[in-house]
């Protein structure tokens, strides 16, 4: 983790100078020399009266595994909640008074399956803005290296 400056806020009040042990901050550019800024140091962050000092993170965690279990478990609850909203919707259909409520009990159902689903570790969104940025992005086919190949597979699940 190191300082960075906001040029914007940087009043020059100079205070960073004073505090920073390894003179990392230089106001004369607005940067901060990140090989010599100390660790999670934040002296200069503290000391700055215009808050235009602070931290970046340089390493972030590694997001762990799913473990079998829990993603079974997922998959086992995700399965009851697309049943669930299939029997929503069959009741929604019907001539019956309840149809409000059962469909309301369908989405609820769809929302909670896509929940399970993300967590599980997939999951394709269904949206109609997600078909209409892979329909844009079919446009940029002249771009090399761009992926039309996989756009195109997306789209044809989201049909």
């Given at each position: 983790m190191h300082a960075a400056r906001n040029?914007?806020?940087?009043?020059?009040?100079?205070?960073c100078l004073f505090v920073c042990p390894?003179?990392?901050?230089?106001?004369?550019?607005?940067?901060?020399?990140?090989s010599r800024c100390l660790d999670?140091?934040?002296?200069?962050?503290?000391?700055?009266?215009?808050?235009?000092?602070y931290l970046v993170f340089d390493r972030y965690?590694?997001?762990?595994?799913?473990?079998?279990?829990?993603?079974?478990?997922?998959?086992?609850?995700l399965e009851s909640k697309v049943k669930q909203e299939l029997i929503g919707t069959a009741l929604a259909q019907g001539e019956n008074g309840g149809a409000k409520l059962?469909?309301?009990?369908?989405?609820?159902?769809?929302?909670?399956?896509?929940?399970?689903?993300?967590?599980?570790r997939y999951i394709l969104p269904q949206?109609?803005?997600?078909?209409?940025?892979?329909?844009?992005?079919?446009?940029?086919r002249g771009d090399p290296g761009f992926p039309v190949d996989a756009v195109e597979q997306l789209?044809?699940?989201l049909q």
């Open positions: 040029i914007a806020l940087c009043t020059k009040d100079c205070l390894t003179g990392a901050t230089d106001t004369e550019n607005g940067q901060i020399d990140f999670g140091c934040r002296l200069c962050v503290d000391a700055c009266p215009s808050h235009a000092l965690p590694v997001k762990p595994q799913k473990d079998a279990v829990v993603a079974s478990a997922l998959d086992n609850l059962a469909k309301a009990i369908a989405h609820s159902n769809r929302v909670l399956a896509e929940d399970c689903a993300r967590e599980a949206g109609s803005e997600t078909r209409k940025l892979l329909t844009e992005l079919l446009g940029r789209l044809e699940l």
